[in-house]
């Protein structure tokens, strides 16, 4: 079992930045971020697995995923956030690909929002 702890969320301005972070209980061979927009099914963002990095075509050029090993975290960089981007975000570890059912764990959630 992997206990996954998100932060960073909050509420920025059309084209601003924000970073969110993700401690894991261990270190996954797989992980990555999902969100929810209102209304739709979660949709992948960003995920990592067996060396392949995938960004969903919305947020590439914009979010880069991150990890730092030793601290059991990565890291969603999201800049030239719109208003669209609005969402709850989830960690998640255990999986591949950008289908939300592939994956394993997940966490709470954190709310961005962008205002136009």
């Known amino acids: 079992q992997v206990q996954l702890v998100e932060s960073g969320g909050g509420s920025v301005p059309a084209g601003g930045s924000l970073r969110l972070s993700c401690a894991a209980s261990t270190s996954p061979y797989a992980w990555g971020w999902f969100r929810q927009l209102p209304g739709r099914e979660r949709e992948g963002v960003a995920v990592?697995?067996?060396?392949?990095?995938e960004y969903a075509d919305s947020v590439k050029g914009r979010f880069t995923l991150s990890q730092d090993n030793a601290k059991k975290t990565w890291y969603l960089q999201m800049n030239s956030l719109k208003p669209e981007d609005t969402a709850m975000y989830y960690c998640v570890a255990g999986g591949y690909g950008l289908n939300p059912e592939s994956w394993n764990y997940w966490g709470q959630g954190t709310q961005v929002t962008v205002s136009s």
């Open positions: 990592a697995y067996i060396g392949i990095t």
